[in-house]
Antibody
Framework: QVHLVQSGGVVKKPGSSVKVSCKAS????????ISWVRQAPGQGLEWMGW????????DYAQTLQGRVTMTTDTSTTTAYMELKSLRSDDTAVYFC??????????????WGQGTRVTVSS | SSELTQDPSVSVALGQTVRITCQGD??????ANWYRQKPGQAPVLVIS???HRPSGIPDRFSGSSSGNTASLTITGAQAEDEADYYC???????????FGGGTQVTVL
């Protein structure tokens, strides 16, 4: 079966960085991309960006451009999302999702369990 | 345009039909995908593309679109369908995805 397992929750100080991992298993890693989505407390889903695991091409939400970096390690079938210069409004649950790669991002049919990131002084 | 607009909430009587809509310019070009999310859980894909249901999604869920509006219909709503529903599609550049604000569905 397809599984995406994310790293555990963390508490970070404002101005610091966080790196969340997403370990994929149960499918050929490079046949699908990885999308990252976050959800602030009581709010809706916000798409952050995606990475093609085949080409390593990325596209990021314009609101996060310059602060977010998405990478993958195909040898360990793990995707990473790093967010820098953290602010209190980055407090959210962060989800990775397996995304169909149509040359651009498609639908996500499997998701990780979510990683809670709390930004607090 | 870089927005997808959904009604914040809708209610439906048990066993009745409810339609959830999503409006946006990019929907004239790209199909919408629909996700269900229950509190404390990850989203679940319920409809993708023109009207494709992933394995395990009941056939009471269906999708359609017309012009700049995509719709998710639940025919014969069940208590377990109570959740937040989000539409999602590419933006007009085709490079990025957007989410609608979500619709909270209450089954009475």
């Amino acid at each position: 079966q397809v599984h995406l397992v994310q790293s555990g929750g963390v508490v970070k100080k404002p101005g610091s960085s966080v790196k969340v991992s997403c370990k994929a298993s149960g499918y050929t890693f490079t046949n699908y991309g990885i999308s990252w989505v976050r959800q602030a407390p009581g709010q809706g889903l916000e798409w952050m960006g995606w990475i093609s695991t085949y080409t390593a091409k990325t596209d990021y939400a314009q609101t996060l451009q310059g602060r977010v970096t998405m990478t993958t390690d195909t040898s360990t079938t793990t995707a990473y999302m790093e967010l820098k210069s953290l602010r209190s409004d980055d407090t959210a649950v962060y989800f990775c999702g397996r995304v169909h790669d149509y040359g651009g991002p498609g639908e996500s049919d499997y998701w990780g369990q979510g990683t809670r990131v709390t930004v607090s002084s | 345009s870089s927005e997808l607009t959904q009604d914040p909430s809708v209610s439906v009587a048990l066993g009745q039909t409810v339609r959830i809509t999503c409006q946006g310019d990019s929907l004239r070009i790209y199909h919408a995908n629909w996700y269900r999310q229950k509190p404390g859980q990850a989203p679940v894909l319920v409809i993708s593309g023109e009207n494709h249901r992933p394995s395990g999604i009941p056939d009471r869920f269906s999708g359609s679109s017309s012009g700049n509006t995509a719709s998710l219909t639940i025919t014969g709503a069940q208590a377990e369908d109570e959740a937040d529903y989000y539409c999602n599609s590419r933006d007009t550049s085709g490079k990025r995805l957007l989410f609608g604000g979500g619709t909270q569905v209450t089954v009475l």
